[in-house]
């Protein structure tokens, strides 16, 4: 029913186009239609399993949009040559996105309300008594729209202390029949479990027609980031991947850094540099741009380009300029109060150097006085800089003062590639 609901959304929005352009129904049309559901099941934005948050089906059914939209216009421009107004395809776009991102809210929102009320529920049953299952248990309390069903978390031979039973604890395993596999449609277990342990539950688990799954013991890392995959035959988990590790989000992301620094350079750099280069020049005595080695890509170094904001002096490599710093000329407090010092940098960006968006680069000196200061530092250097950052919109920008200034900045940042997306 879903997907039928999917093909009317599209025919919808088809019929629509078609109007509008007084272009006849033809076989191309459908072609269109089934392209679309190759896309989705690309892209995975046709899925809707139990935990798809919404933020996902928004961005999964935006790259659909996105790459059906320019290979249907790739296709036509090669092959069939039909004209059609720009404002016809923006509005016909518009209308089929948000049709379909509606549709497709509308449906998980219902089937987490059916799953809440008690409908399409799947009994788990949980055996290791450790942190993870706990956490586990707790999800599947706080969240009823996923359709689970949890009464407690069951041991194997041992029973956990009194003290420690801050959850409900419905006995060893080993003490009951084969009969309690019957009552379950999803067994969780922990991989801290002994082998033969984890070997007995696989094999009850495909007697009675049970999904098995292993919960890991990688206490320290991100959950959200795993993403598993083999060599030949060899399993391995990935417990770090980013968005941005993916070839295609990487060619999205140098993209519009590509066009967008190209805009600036064409509309804002080419009347700047000569208008601001002079001004400087009447300020102080030295070159216009300020030129530094920042730390970048995996700690390779580049040469950052600025308009220049202070007088020469030697400590510009190894001291923060705060507002009210002495080597500030007057066009250069200008410059910093209104960030233009920093529009250089679309040059970088044009080089490959840097990033419209990312992590700010820090000089090299104060970049090596932080990192053994602050776990984690280098995450930042995972990806290019960028001229600008989450970091920044969220105040963390310019001097700092304090430890936990810099702290929260890295926070920023490694939730900034931790999240990534076009939209």
């Given amino acids: 029913l879903y997907y039928i609901g999917e093909f009317f959304v599209i025919l919808f929005s088809t019929e629509i186009m078609l109007y509008w352009t007084y272009t006849p129904w033809s076989n191309l049309n459908i072609l269109f239609i089934t392209f679309w559901f190759f896309v989705s099941i690309l892209f ?15 961005k999964s059914t935006f790259q659909s949009l996105f790459f059906f939209s320019g290979s249907v216009a790739i296709i036509n421009m090669l ?16 209308l089929f996105y948000f049709l379909m991102l509606t549709y497709r809210l509308f449906v998980n929102f219902v089937l987490g309300r059916y799953r809440a009320f008690g409908g399409n529920i799947l009994n788990c049953m949980i055996v290791g008594v ?43 395993l080993i ?42 013991e990688l206490v320290d890392h991100d959950f959200n980031n795993f993403f598993i995959s083999k060599i030949e035959s060899v399993p391995y988990i990935n417990i770090n991947k980013l968005p941005l ?4 989000n990487q ?3 140098r993209s519009f850094d590509i066009v967008f620094s190209l805009l600036i350079s064409i509309f804002f750099l080419s009347w700047m540099i000569p208008i601001f280069g002079l001004l400087i020049k009447l300020s102080s005595k030295g070159p216009v741009f300020f030129i530094q080695n920042r730390e970048g890509y995996k700690g390779s170094y580049f040469k950052c380009y600025k308009f220049r904001t202070m007088v020469i002096n030697s400590e510009a490599d190894s001291l923060w300029a705060d507002d009210n710093d002495k080597r500030l000329t007057r066009i250069g407090k200008f ?89």
């Fill in 245 to 248: 590790d993916g070839i295609f």
């Fill in 335 to 423: 410059l910093r109060l209104t960030a233009i010092d920093e529009m250089p940098q679309f040059i970088n960006v044009l080089f490959g150097d840097m990033s419209v968006v990312g992590p700010r680069p820090h000089p090299i000196n104060l970049n090596k006085e932080y990192e053994s200061k602050l776990i984690g530092f280098n995450k930042r250097h995972r990806f290019k800089p960028g001229i600008t950052g989450l970091a920044q919109s969220k105040g963390y920008s310019g001097y700092i003062s304090e430890l936990r200034d810099m702290s929260e900045r890295i926070k920023m940042d490694i939730f900034y590639f931790k999240n990534w997306s076009i939209i």
């Fill in 79 to 94: 092959f069939f040559n039909m004209q059609f107004q720009l404002l016809t395809i923006a509005i016909a776009v518009a």
């Fill in 175 to 216: 003490n009951f029949s084969d009969d309690i596999f019957k009552r379950y449609d999803v067994i969780f277990f922990s991989e801290k479990l002994p082998i033969d342990i984890q070997s007995y539950l696989l094999s009850k688990a495909e007697k009675y027609n049970l999904k098995a799954n292993v919960i890991p």
């Fill in 251 to 253: 060619l999205l992301k």
């Fill in 44 to 58: 995975k934005s046709h899925v809707l399993g139990r935990g798809i948050k919404n933020r996902k089906l928004v």
């Fill in 130 to 172: 450790n942190s993870h299952g706990l956490d586990l248990y707790n999800e599947i309390l706080k969240y009823p729209e996923l359709g689970y069903r949890a009464h407690g978390i069951f041991g194997f031979k041992k029973r956990p202390p009194k003290k420690s039973l801050n959850f409900p604890f419905l006995g060893k």
